[in-house]
């Protein structure tokens, strides 16, 4: 999934790979067909999100690499005057205000107001008309602005992938004042060289900031691309986040499509029959995830052919498995398949034999698997014995929720249908009892057990990709015919910002 966001990364970040124009991508006639994945995210989420720009913004200054500026002026009585501001940087910054708005079918639009921002560095100066006389002087300066600042962020698609574009940067100053040797008051050299250098100075600090600007801007689409790219990859097995339409842009929400190919060695995924329409999702929660049941089956089949779909159990949990009815007939089965054998000394292998068929339903995700069952014992002093081995087409659907950090998975109904059933304690297969409680232990305990290890091997694979690091809440998890929806709101981690401006500046 591509859990944009939902991460610390201001509007800088998450809004990027929500939005982009498509200027450099060619989708085709239908987009919408090739779509597996949505996002979208609304005004909520974009306020909340912009919160955070003021990080952003002073990175943004804090990094940018003012030049030396030089320049001469000739002064009645006193010639020509030739200066030089050299070691110019921030000294302290902040920001008072950031509003955030979206412009429909056009970009995103940042108003960043009263940013009050202190400069230092030192002014060189010389009289007479040459910059390389005998007489100058050089004394520290602190420059006092107070400015406000617009931007709209406009995004292209460059390779079936975001990047932004925020060139169209503009800064308004309120006030530049310059302060020399940290003397507050008007002398006539600061208002000399205030004059004629506060001109250059702001061409000069609008260059560089916005430049710095559009720089993060181009790295934090960048930055999410990557977080979303990871986070639906594992080992061999990835999904395709490469753009699949021209994403729109509401004054409500914003949403991009995603193409959502299962990648897998030699495996090759195609689609082009999606039953998405931007009405299948409303504008009440933060965050929506749109998945089409074509990926979910896609990951089924590369999960299978990675051979991941393979369960062994023994010992305690082999017992809980067959000692699920503490009964006459219980008792007479476990001893016919064992022989006595201990379960300690006793194996039970699960895996499946075919690609494992998944439909979406408004009752949950319904689960279509043929599955092989192997018991093997190994007495004291003998050679392993295998006792049983059943093939069985097993469907169970299942409803899913996400609380506390961890998947929770609800298996309901099922049905179980024998194809082969081999027992050494009935080779003719003629007693009805070994089967008829077989049936019953694995309806009562055997997939609420398989279920039971998928939960945690899921919740552990999405925590390291980082999501136990927001703040969920009230996930729902919606299946409907043919796709499934996963509706938020969130917040963010403290940290995950500051660690992209650490590892990219």
């Keep these: 999934m591509l859990w944009a966001g939902g991460m610390r990364l201001g509007t800088f970040g998450i809004l990027l790979m929500l939005v982009h124009t498509s200027a450099a991508c060619e989708f085709g006639p239908f987009p919408y067909s090739i779509t597996g994945i949505v996002c979208r995210m609304t005004k909520p989420a974009a306020l909340l999100l912009n919160q955070e720009t003021t990080q952003v913004i002073q990175a943004a200054f804090r990094n940018a690499k003012f030049?030396?500026?030089?320049?001469?002026?000739?002064?009645?009585?006193?010639?020509?005057?030739?200066y030089g501001l050299t070691n110019i940087q921030v000294n302290d910054l902040s920001i008072e205000q950031s509003e955030v708005e979206l412009k429909e079918n056009d970009a995103i639009h940042i108003a960043i107001k009263n940013v009050t921002a202190f400069f230092k560095g030192t002014l060189t100066y010389g009289y007479a008309g040459a910059w390389f006389l005998r007489l100058f002087h050089s004394v520290d300066f602190e420059i006092e602005s107070s400015i406000d600042l617009q931007i709209n962020i406009?995004?292209?698609?460059?390779?079936?992938?975001?990047?932004?574009?925020?060139?169209?940067?503009?800064?308004t100053f309120h006030k530049l004042m310059l302060h020399l040797q940290g003397d507050k008051e008007r002398g006539w050299l600061k208002q000399l060289f205030t004059d004629f250098i506060s001109f250059?100075?702001?061409?000069?600090?609008?260059?560089?900031?916005?430049?710095?600007?559009?720089?993060?801007?181009?790295?934090?689409?960048?930055?999410?691309?990557?977080?979303?790219?990871?986070?639906?990859?594992?080992?061999?097995?990835?999904?395709?986040?490469?753009?699949?339409?021209?994403?729109?842009?509401?004054?409500?929400?914003?949403?991009?499509?995603?193409?959502?190919l299962v990648l897998y060695k030699n495996y090759s995924d195609?689609?082009?029959?999606?039953?998405?329409?931007?009405?299948?999702?409303?504008?009440?929660?933060?965050?929506?995830?749109w998945l089409s049941?074509?990926?979910?089956?896609?990951?089924?089949?590369a999960v299978f052919l990675d051979k991941r779909l393979v369960l062994t159990i023994r010992g305690e949990k082999l017992q809980a498995l067959f000692e699920v009815e503490d009964t006459e007939v219980q008792r007479k089965v476990v001893q016919m398949i064992f022989q006595g054998t201990s379960y300690n000394d006793s194996l039970a292998k699960v895996w499946s034999l075919a690609h494992p068929k998944i439909s979406l339903q408004p009752e949950g995700t319904v689960v279509k698997s043929l599955v092989a069952v192997e018991v093997s014992i190994f007495p004291p002093g003998e050679e392993p014995l295998m006792v049983l081995y059943m093939e069985k087409e097993i469907m169970v659907t299942i409803q899913a929720a996400y609380a506390e950090k961890k998947l929770i998975l609800y298996p309901l109904d099922s049905r179980i249908e024998f194809k082969v059933f081999q027992c050494t304690a009935d080779p003719s297969g003629n007693d009805p009892s070994i089967?008829?409680?077989?049936?019953?232990?694995?309806?009562?305990?055997?997939?609420?057990?398989?279920?039971?290890?998928?939960?945690?091997?899921?919740?552990?694979l999405m925590n390291n990709k980082g999501l136990h690091l927001f703040e969920i809440r009230n996930p729902e998890i919606i299946t409907r015919k043919g796709y499934v929806i996963v509706q938020l709101d969130f917040s963010f981690p403290n940290h995950l910002l500051l660690d992209f401006l650490e590892k990219r500046l």
């Design 435 to 460: 089967r008829n409680f077989l049936q019953t232990m694995i309806s009562v305990v055997g997939i609420p057990e398989v279920i039971s290890r998928i939960e945690p091997a899921l919740t552990s």
């Design 270 to 289: 195609v689609f082009s029959d999606s039953v998405f329409s931007p009405s299948l999702l409303t504008e009440s929660r933060m965050l929506y995830f």
């Design 154 to 171: 406009k995004l292209v698609c460059q390779k079936d992938q975001v990047a932004a574009d925020a060139s169209d940067c503009y800064l």
């Design 293 to 301: 049941e074509h990926i979910l089956n896609s990951l089924a089949s």
């Design 200 to 260: 250059t100075l702001k061409l000069v600090l609008k260059s560089e900031v916005c430049k710095e600007i559009n720089f993060l801007a181009q790295e934090m689409a960048n930055f999410v691309h990557d977080l979303a790219a990871n986070f639906v990859r594992d080992e061999d097995i990835s999904v395709d986040v490469s753009l699949a339409s021209v994403p729109l842009i509401k004054a409500n929400y914003l949403e991009s499509h995603h193409k959502g």
């Design 67 to 82: 030049p030396n500026i030089t320049g001469d002026r000739s002064i009645r009585l006193l010639g020509k005057v030739a």
